[in-house]
């Protein structure tokens, strides 16, 4: 019996370490509009697939309508490449940058150089569709294990509200891991006990 609970710890261990989501650890900065740190945590995993959450009671950055969106790089290696984002809500489309990006709120290095005043460090954005509802976040050089964040238009709410941030390339969500590894568990368990007659 002591084995089987250190075995099913061990498990939800390593599917909480497998979701990427830094419970605890600081990714975005904060400002004094900010309830939480990030109003979303994508998660770069293993052969670049990419995962997106909502955090819950975010608010926006701004007071009004824009998010912080965290990134953390858990692919096992540096990652070079884009997340395709869509979406929209309060403040158009999520795109629909109107001037009051992070660089507004924070003093940093990178934002001498951010295009729009959206940008993160080691990101830029691209590839922005005529509505402003879909473009990409193209990183670079982002380490393992690192993470960055950006900023986007509209409110975390509202963002959910129409269904969160569309992520291209999504795999499933870490309420589905841990609900499939609850199972493997079970099928072990019985597995075990069935040899062990």
């Known amino acids: 019996m002591k084995s089987s609970i250190k075995f099913l710890i061990a498990l939800i261990v390593l599917t909480v370490s497998f979701t990427g989501h830094a419970w605890g650890v600081s990714i975005c900065p904060t400002t004094a509009n900010t309830s939480s740190d990030c109003g979303f945590i ?22 009004s309508d824009d998010t912080l969106v965290g990134v953390i790089n858990n692919s096992g290696a540096v990652y070079n490449g884009s997340i395709a ?6 403040g158009g489309g999520i795109f629909a940058f109107d001037g009051d990006g992070i660089c507004a709120y924070v003093s940093a290095a990178y934002c001498a150089t951010a ?6 460090p080691n990101n830029t954005f691209s590839g922005i569709n005529g509505a402003q509802t879909s473009g990409l976040v193209v990183f670079s050089n982002l380490g393992i294990g690192k993470t960055s964040f950006f900023s986007l238009e ?16 999504q795999v499933p969500e870490p309420s589905s891991l841990i609900l ?18």
């Open 85 to 90: 984002l869509s979406g929209s809500g309060n």
């Open 154 to 169: 509209s409110s975390p709410s509202s963002i959910s509200a129409g269904g969160g941030i569309g992520v291209g390339g």
């Open 42 to 63: 994508l998660t770069i995993g293993v052969g670049g697939t990419i995962t997106g959450s909502a955090v819950a009671g975010a608010n926006p950055y701004d007071g």
């Open 115 to 120: 295009p729009t005043g959206y940008e993160g």
């Open 180 to 197: 499939m590894a609850t199972g493997l568990v079970g099928a072990a368990t019985t597995v075990r006990r069935r040899f062990n007659r």
